[in-house]
């Protein structure tokens, strides 16, 4: 079975992509986003990821049977995440019963008149 492999020019391209990801991702943490920082950090990380793992580890190459396991990996990956996060998102939170304000400071016994 002969494989065909991808050009140097197909890395280089990749590669730069890689890189693009990687300045919108810090330009993206300069703008807080509040909540969807997480969001948007994710998803780049996921698209890089999956970059990676088709082109430098030569998956696209391979077949089906090999990218399997990591196909696995990332569905079991985000069966954790979905659970950690509406474990997160459906706690409830109990709120500490106030503190009692502190007694007055022991005043010293008055003296006996003579």
Request: glycine share 2%; proline share 10%.
């Amino acid at each position: 079975m002969t494989v065909k492999h991808l050009s140097s020019r197909t890395y280089v391209i990749v590669w730069l992509v890689l890189m693009a990801l990687t300045l919108v991702s810090y330009l993206l943490s300069l703008a807080h986003l509040g909540r969807a920082d997480v969001v948007a950090a994710l998803l780049i990380a996921t698209v890089k990821t999956v970059l990676v793992l088709l082109f430098f580890m030569h998956l696209i190459e391979q077949r089906f049977a090999n990218a399997l396991p990591m196909i696995v990996a990332a569905l079991l990956l985000g069966l954790l995440l979905t659970l950690m996060i509406s474990d997160v998102t459906a706690r409830e939170t109990v709120s500490r019963a106030p503190v009692p304000p502190a007694p007055p400071p022991f005043a010293a016994p008055a003296p006996a008149p003579p």
